[in-house]
């Protein structure tokens, strides 16, 4: 193909799904020499890391900066002039000896020691071992860990045995001794059923908007020693003066920075100054406990507020660290909207088994409605956002913690609602805020639902050519890359399949088989036997027909991939649009679509309609594949 004044000699490929591999979408690759400097700047960086890291370690924690994390400048609350105060006390990772050390080594009784062993609890998590011991000595302290961490059990633990070391208290109409702050009803549910598991001599009571005030006003009047709620509720009964704060000693913030994002500044402010007033009315010690996977300027801002000077910090994301979960696979693939359905089945089907639990997030209540009524997607699915009420909601969560439900469409009302083991998250499109911009805290939220506990887990993607940036700014906000593939092909979807269905035949009981020897004897005589076991198994898999053609670069439908490959390397696509333009039809080369340069900038890859693709098999022969 002639180029300009220099002639290069190149070939045009089409690729299929039968020659591309399930692997990584072509990038433009960077000149050797940058990618060399780079290499080296990143090197010296990271040894002036460890030199500091290391120069750290032998500073005193009364000194240590609290790291923050970055908020939008409207989230700010005004506040009056304070003194300067002492900063307070960090710890890092690295002044705990053992990541998991064992219950032994803490101040928990033998009972609460004996109940975690039998619920599969015989070690701390890392963010449990560094903030026992603070909470336990009734010190405020604001702990801050990925999501998946173990937080929630990091304040539920040291706040029970506290109680039970106080001694148990009986008397009707008892006002509680803790109150504890979630953002989601979903989320108050769960940290109250932690409460329950680990304190189970203690009275808990869970209060959120949607459930009746009758049965809560109930529970008041028995006594409670545990309040966990949403702010809204929690509010509603100061307000109504059913909940008292008189002998509180603790107050607790669960996912915090969430709460910000959700507009309850406000109520929280509110129960700040309303345990301010216990406080001194009653002259007694309230500990404050703070737990957040970020910790916005805003917290910082309350933290300063209503927090003791002398609160710890303990701080389990260090700022060069990845904001998501280090057990998890970020995965993007590229997606048309048309054949979203398709890919999403096709996908639970080479990442999640019959027995896996998956979310796929929405970012609309109708997208979820849709997708669930899809006949591409034959697993059977429930759906939740906020139209659901609340009755169902609460049906739906349990059927899919107790795995009647395996497949879960929701928006992000469920989000950080779940504490439970979910083995695949799917996004349908990434995440994003109403200005259309990566929403890249949900994301960190919505990969956090699997991978929990040290586990690995799965977080997949979709994208479209335009939200390409958006996936950018995630990755840089998360710290961690995603890994580019393409739409899983025909033979990795049949060989996954296949072997599924194969080892389902397998466990069929003999009696039940025997049952369809007339059948399988007449199939034999028709088919052949082969030929006949192979129909069953499409059958069973449910590849019955030929997977349409789609683009392996942005999985629009009816499309097929190009790729046009040089001899010398080529730095510009114009190169590639003038040789297109000049050796082939004008009708052609206007169909052709998203081309982008290989990495190794050795050639171009584009998309072009299925219908064309007579055209340039025929130009390929003619010409030998060359041009």
């Not at 006003?217 to 309040?227: A, H, L, M, T, Y």
């Not at 050796?583 to 080369?589: G, L, N, R």
Request: glycine residues 6%.
């Amino acid at each position: 193909m002639i180029i300009g004044h220099s002639t290069i000699s190149s070939t045009m490929t089409t690729i299929t799904d039968d020659t591309a591999p399930h692997a990584q979408v072509p990038r433009v690759k960077k000149e050797k020499k940058e990618k060399k400097e780079k290499k080296e700047k990143k090197e010296k960086k990271a040894k002036k890391r460890t030199r500091d890291e290391d120069a750290a370690d032998k500073v005193s924690a009364e000194d240590a900066q609290v790291a923050t994390t970055s908020a939008e400048s409207d989230n700010d609350v005004s506040v009056k002039d304070e003194p300067v105060v002492k900063k307070p006390k960090t710890h890092n990772v690295s002044t705990i000896g053992e990541d998991n050390p064992p219950l032994s080594n803490f101040r928990i009784s033998a009972a609460t020691i004996d109940n975690l062993e039998k619920r599969g609890i015989p070690t701390l998590f890392p963010i449990q071992a560094m903030t026992f011991d603070s909470i336990y000595d009734k010190k405020d302290l604001i702990g801050r860990a990925r999501t998946g961490m173990g937080k929630t059990l990091a304040f539920v633990l040291p706040v029970v045995e506290l109680l039970l070391k106080d001694g148990l208290r009986k008397n009707r109409g008892r006002p509680p001794k803790v109150i504890c702050m979630a953002p989601t009803r979903e989320l108050a549910k769960q940290v109250a059923q932690e409460f329950e598991l680990t304190g189970p001599t203690l009275s808990t009571t869970c209060i959120y908007g949607g459930a009746s005030y009758q049965s809560q006003n109930s529970d008041f009047s028995k006594g409670v020693d545990i309040v966990v709620g949403t702010t809204g509720r929690i509010c509603d009964h100061l307000e109504r003066g059913t909940l008292k704060l008189h002998q509180c000693s603790f107050l607790i913030l669960d996912e915090a920075d969430t709460m910000l994002e959700m507009g309850f500044r406000e109520d929280i402010q509110k129960v700040f100054e309303a345990m301010q007033f216990a406080k001194a009315a009653e002259d007694h010690h309230i500990q404050t406990l703070l737990f957040s996977a970020t910790i916005p300027s805003w917290v910082e801002t309350v933290a300063n507020q209503y927090m003791s000077p002398t609160r710890e910090y303990v701080n389990m994301v260090k700022d060069n660290e990845a904001q998501a979960s280090t057990d998890v696979e970020h995965i993007a693939i590229p997606c048309h909207w048309q054949t979203r359905a398709a890919l999403l089945a096709n996908l639970m089907s080479m990442y999640a088994t019959k027995t896996s639990r998956t979310i796929i997030f929405a970012e609309t209540k109708k997208d979820c409605n849709e997708l669930a009524v899809n006949p591409d997607i034959k697993q059977d699915a429930q759906v939740l956002h906020g139209d659901i009420a609340q009755g169902q909601r609460e049906t739906t969560m349990q059927a899919f913690r107790d795995g009647k439900i395996r497949l879960l469409i929701a928006t992000d009302v469920a989000a950080r609602g779940l504490d439970m083991d979910v083995d695949l998250v799917i996004n349908s499109e990434p995440p994003r805020k109403q200005s259309g911009r990566a929403d890249c805290e949900t994301y960190v939220h919505r990969s956090g639902r699997t991978g929990r506990a040290g586990k690995k887990g799965i977080c997949i993607t979709l994208f479209t050519p335009k939200q390409k940036d958006n996936l950018l700014l995630i990755e840089r906000h998360i710290k961690r890359k995603f890994t580019m593939q393409s739409a899983p092909n025909v033979d990795d979807m049949i060989t996954t399949s296949g072997a599924t269905a194969s080892a389902e035949i397998d466990a069929v009981h003999k009696d039940m088989s025997a049952l369809f020897v007339p059948h399988a004897e007449a199939l034999v005589e028709k088919h052949g036997a082969v030929q006949a076991l192979a129909a069953a198994l499409a059958c069973i898999t449910g590849y019955t027909r030929p997977t349409p053609q789609a683009s392996l670069l942005t999985g629009a439908p009816d499309m097929v991939t190009v790729l046009f490959e040089s001899t010398n390397p080529i730095y510009a696509k114009g190169y590639v649009w003038n040789a297109v333009n000049r050796d082939i039809p004008e009708e052609f080369a206007g169909a052709i679509k998203n081309m982008q340069l290989t990495a190794d900038s050795m050639g171009a890859c584009f998309e072009l309609p299925l219908a064309g693709l007579p055209l340039l098999e025929e130009l390929m022969k003619k010409d030998q594949g060359e041009f």
